[in-house]
T-cell receptor
Framework: KNEVEQSPQNLTAQEGEFITINCSYS?????LHWLQQHPGGGIVSLFM???GKKKHGRLIATINIQEKHSSLHITASHPRDSAVYIC??????????FGTGTRLQVFP | DVKVTQSSRYLVKRTGEKVFLECVQD?????MFWYRQDPGLGLRLIYF???????EKGDIPEGYSVSREKKERFSLILESASTNQTSMYLC????????????????FGQGTRLTVV
């Protein structure tokens, strides 16, 4: 069955800490999305990747095809990074399979 | 700036009412999606449309229908709202790819929080 699993479910951090959120999936994905959802509901696409690593500001996403694993890293975390982070995968269709999300709270 | 716009941020409806949730995108995307999001369950696909007048059931279509008469607009219809349809509803759109290729990045609306009383 095509699945996406995220860990941890909840994460708290102090401002400035390095944060890692993990995502594992089944064999055969064609691409993977990292999404951010702030309180209030709107979802923003952070990254879409199928191999290697992407970086945007303090955010880094990596994917290891052999291990079926992706990570989202946040360097020098800030309270405005507090949000739900969602991993989602394409399994050779145009429809995404979503993880249940990681709720991150960064305290000053 | 690309945009997916949902007609309402918050809605309160009574049990048995017919409810329309509207979604409009301005990116000329072929694909449009309706999801609902509930605590602990993540996003679940209700319906998917890959072209005008075309639709495909998602994982939880019961109690819902959809309409796509124009490429830019995808409507979700609750024929007779029930309390178990209280949820956050999210619309998304993307280009049609060859099974999730890198040009199928999804763009989401701001969500509609529907409460059925």
């Amino acid at each position: 069955k095509n699945e996406v699993e995220q860990s941890p479910q909840n994460l708290t951090a102090q401002e400035g800490e390095f944060i890692t959120i993990n995502c594992s999936y089944s064999v055969g994905i064609s691409a993977l999305h990292w999404l951010q959802q702030h309180p209030g509901g709107g979802i923003v696409s952070l990254f879409m990747l199928s191999s290697g690593k992407k970086k945007h500001g303090r955010l880094i996403a990596t994917i290891n095809i052999q291990e079926k694993h992706s990570s989202l890293h946040i360097t020098a975390s800030h309270p405005r990074d507090s949000a739900v982070y969602i991993c989602a995968a394409y399994y050779n269709t145009d429809k995404l399979i979503f993880g249940t999300g990681t709720r991150l709270q960064v305290f000053p | 700036d690309v945009k997916v716009t949902q007609s309402s941020r918050y809605l309160v409806k009574r049990t048995g009412e017919k409810v329309f949730l509207e979604c409009v995108q301005d990116m000329d995307h072929e694909n449009m999606f309706w999801y609902r999001q509930d605590p602990g369950l993540g996003l679940r696909l209700i319906y998917f449309s890959y072209d005008v007048k075309m639709k495909e059931k998602g994982d939880i279509p019961e109690g819902y229908s959809v309409s796509r008469e124009k490429k830019e607009r995808f409507s979700l219809i609750l024929e007779s709202a029930s309390t178990n349809q209280t949820s956050m509803y999210l619309c998304a759109s993307s280009f049609s790819g060859t099974g999730g290729s890198m040009n199928t990045e999804a763009f989401f609306g701001q969500g509609t929080r529907l409460t059925v009383v």
